[in-house]
């Protein structure tokens, strides 16, 4: 063994031994190692369901392991609760933050510190200079006084990585850290983490974004079924060979879109639509087995245009016009009657029916499609179409009545296409259609996408993934400020133009 | 739960998914959690006050009062259970039930004044004049509540009280005498042994199970209470889900209104004054969702019987309704409670894919 002078500098903050993990006979974790050292990034990558979020639970208290040791600071536990995970200096930040939308930001940082420490009693006055040591020492900019939802995505989470600091995390976890933020937020976040990592903060990510992982992480672990598949050095592993290590299965992403036939006529065209704060003469036309992508950043109008076209916010002027001719969309049954489906950016509340059957899910749409002529539903024909497309779009559940909440987020994902699919609709938008879906899920959904616009479908896909955009989209509007100042076809539909455009 | 990924699976794996005609009519057979425990619950209290009172509680008398006082208190559980399963209350069905009978007293009457012949053949039109006072009602609410967006459980305790106050001033707070005669003959009848109005209900249950679970509207309903935003965005019209639940509800609270009258030649405005919470507990009992989304009609049907049950039963050991009122309570207390700990195991239990 090595001498402890040689050992003491690398002793890990937070070490997990042989964890074991079962569910009702289901193995989640099957005996998982890992170790973080001082000032270090880990991400941690995997598929949806592969151990990830259980793994986490695990270290911050909220589940038992069945077996294995946790280790902080060179001291053994067989498991954690969740209080001595945050005096142990374990501390995670969940996606949606958990903090209090109501109170201020100095407030958010503090409180929960203060509830730890079994104070009753909350003064103002003591709480602001320690709020505002935090946010000084790291350098942020941040309105204390704010209310937290007024902020920003990347605010609220500075808030919430303060208030990590504030209950002396020496052990920060960050679920998806930069799904929700723009590409200078990202570049934003990581100079905090520099700091942090400077502070001898140890922090672990989990993350779907492979290239941003690999440039601000140091090492990767790799989970798959419930085992460690690789830990290595993030050089000298590229996003290729993490999927691969992920999925076990090669990844394409490179560019794979199918010529359209000249005589493909235009299936929507818009003409100086407007609406008034959003966005301004937005006009573009779509191909019938056209795949249109649709980019800017948060608040750039983007997601508006699309609710304006499916009729959840009504445009004020301009006109739309479906196999060249003028239509009326005031309402979101306008859009579903001229032919428009919309796969919305919160698959979970605006989605689906979380609680409901597989079935019932995808049958939602189109009800009225599946009726006999006495109003009632045709219950072969129902079957036949949910059966049909729970095969075809392979959706991974034990039968079609399983509720929707038991999926993983990429299944869940398929099951919303496949509520529009069994409409046929003629022009079908997508909102952010691969956020919070693993690598080998994204890979099927955008193959599944290509298959309908082969068939005449006329698709738009919203989304800053940027990768994403130039593996399926034949041409690129970009976004900016309410206006579409840029539309990429053939060559400039590429990563870095992709980017640069966005971000100008 | 298999971790493995669904793309190294052969596909005929994906196909057991497939239901075979076996496993389809195992489907129509099999029970859901929530109506297995009421049949439990029916057959325990069965049971309890059998071996209490063997000569009281199984006589036929008693057995057919059960049958004769189930429906029109069904009917109501029904018209709850509907109103719950799109998120919503219905608090006006007794007072619309009660309009439906004074109004169809009101016309027999009059009519009988001039020509007692004719009144009775006039019934048909009296039965629709009532049923129709329902309808009136539910579209009224309907409006308030999918029109003007007011909260259900708000419009329908205002309409409530109108509905009541135009009853308490329509009869001077006396009882009606009078009914047609076919229809008390009706109330008096059996099929087979079995009261007509229990025969009746059965169908008003069948044809709302239908609805329910057999038609476009049925299962708009159901998303429409399971999630309205998700809803939305599916391209269900709220407003005329709504408005059709709020028209069934009111045309079930015209029927009830009818068997009131069918069962006894009166109408009040007070009458079945304890109803309004009694087919809440119903409703809620057999399994009806209070947030939406989910009820089923046969749950409900068993959880009219049980309580009617147990309320025969405590008349045959001679407590009082009172005593009543308290097991009704500590029976949906007890049957939510044991529902919470299932639940909560259930989720302890529970694994795996989780969203990461």
Known sequence: MTSIAHDKPTQPLLE????VKTFGGVT?????????????????????????????????????????????????????????????????IYQDFSLFPNLTVAENIVLTSAVASRRHTYSQRAARPAAQAIVEELGLKLDLDADV?????????????????????????????????????????????????????????????????LKISQRVAILRSGKNVVTDLASTLTPRTIALHMTGLELDESRNISELPPESGVVLELDRMSLEGAYQDVSFTLRRGEILG????????????????FGVVPHESGIIKIDGSPVR?????????????YVPEDRLTQGLFMDKSIADNIIAGSPDEHATRLRMLDLRAVRETIQALFARLRVKAPNVQAPVRSLSGGNAQRVVLAKWLARRPRILMLNGPTVGVDIGSKAEILGILRAEAAEGMGIIIISDDAPELVACCHRVLVVRNGRVVDILEGDDVAIDTIREKVAA | MKLTDPRLEPLSRMNDSVESGWSRALALVRIEGGVRRMLILLAVAFVIFAALRPSIFLSGTNLRNIALNSPEIGVLAIAMMLAMLTGGIDLSLVAMANLSAITMATLFTAMAANDPGQAEQMFPVIVLAGVAVGVLGGAINGLLISGLGITPILATLGTMQIFNGIAVAWTGGKTLYGSPEVLTGIGASTLGGVPTLFCLFVLVAVAIGVVINRT??????????????????????SRKILMSTYLMTGLLSGIAGVFFIARNPTASADYGASYV?????????????????????FGVVLATLTLEIVSSGFTALRLSSYQYAIAQGLILVAAMAAEQIKWRRRRNRKPVLQPT
């Open chain 1, 329 to 341: 969309i005031h309402s979101i049954s306008d859009a579903i009657k001229a032919g428009i489906g």
């Open chain 2, 277 to 297: 919470l009694l087919v809440i507990v119903i409703a809620v009992l057999g399994g009806t969702n209070p947030n939406g989304g989910f009820a089923t009609v």
């Open chain 1, 294 to 309: 649709v980019t800017g950043l948060l608040g750039s109008g983007r997601t508006e245009i699309a609710e304006s076209l």
């Open chain 1, 16 to 19: 997990v031994r042989n964890i």
């Open chain 2, 216 to 237: 476009p509207l049925g299962l708009r309903i159901q998303l429409q209470g399971a999630n309205p935003t998700a809803a939305l965005y599916s391209g269900i019209a």
């Open chain 1, 28 to 92: 989640a974790l099957s005996g998982v190692t890992l170790d973080l050292l001082p000032g270090e990034v880990l991400c941690l990558a995997g598929e949806n369901g592969c151990g990830k979020s259980t793994l986490i639970k695990i270290i911050s208290g909220a589940e038992k392991p069945d077996s294995g040791e946790i280790i902080v600071d060179g001291i053994s536990h067989s498991s954690m609760d969740t209080t001595n995970a945050i005096k142990n200096g374990i501390q995670v």
């Open chain 1, 149 to 213: 939802e007024q902020l920003s995505v990347a605010d609220k989470q500075l808030t919430a990585i303060c208030r990590a600091l504030v209950s002396d995390a020496r052990i920060l976890i960050m679920d998806e850290p930069t799904t929700a933020l723009t590409h200078t937020e990202v570049e934003r976040l990581f100079i905090i983490v520099e700091r942090l990592r400077a502070r001898g903060v140890g922090l672990i990510f989990v993350s779907h974004k492979l290239d941003e992982v």
